[in-house]
């Protein structure tokens, strides 16, 4: 199929049709938002959803399955926040915090420009910067209001309500 043919929405269908044909199975999922490219200007609006699973492996494996439908999809990983046609992240794996408090403290607390240049060679669970992102906090709350950070103590809710108001704006439902 020519991914690139479809729109933003189908992607994220599909993608998440695919997840749950690899034996995920699929319990909630968000509505979509649109939301500004990053960095800004770089190219068209992203598509942001998030979806909750019932997984029996490991965070890792389950990341892999990401991974898979990511390359199925056409996902080429090139550059660093470059241009993709579908990006599939695992924010949280219910209270885990991996690979250790150390190493999650070291990426939450990253230079704003070595964020841009440095990537993690492992999982990092939850996403180390999850709290400071609307696109992905708006579409969170949608399926896991009351989840609560195991590092911060904060909801979902109530870290999202730490956010400028404009950086919440920029999410729009679809």
């Not at 800004?40 to 959803?49: E, I, L, S």
């Not at 950086?167 to 679809?174: A, F, G």
């Amino acid at each position: 199929m020519h991914w690139r043919a479809l729109t933003p929405e189908r992607v994220v269908e599909s993608a998440i049709k695919t997840v749950a044909d690899r034996g995920v199975s699929i319990r909630k999922v968000s509505t979509y938002y649109q939301t500004p490219c990053f960095p800004a200007g770089a190219g068209p609006d992203y598509v942001n959803a998030a979806f909750s699973v019932s997984w029996s492996g490991t965070a890792q494996e389950l990341l892999s399955v990401l991974h898979e439908v990511e390359q199925e999809h056409q996902r080429m990983r090139t550059v660093r926040w470059g241009m993709r046609t579908l990006d599939l992240d695992l924010i949280a794996f219910g209270q885990q915090v991996s690979p250790s408090r150390e190493v999650f403290d070291h990426w939450r607390r990253l230079d704003p420009a070595k964020q841009q240049v440095e990537a993690p060679d492992q999982l990092i669970l939850p996403h180390p910067r999850l709290h400071e992102r609307a696109f992905v906090l708006i579409p969170l709350n949608d399926i896991a209001p009351d989840w609560t950070h195991p590092v911060l103590g904060r909801t979902v809710r109530q870290m999202l309500d730490d956010l400028p108001q404009k950086m919440l704006d920029e999410v729009v439902p679809l």
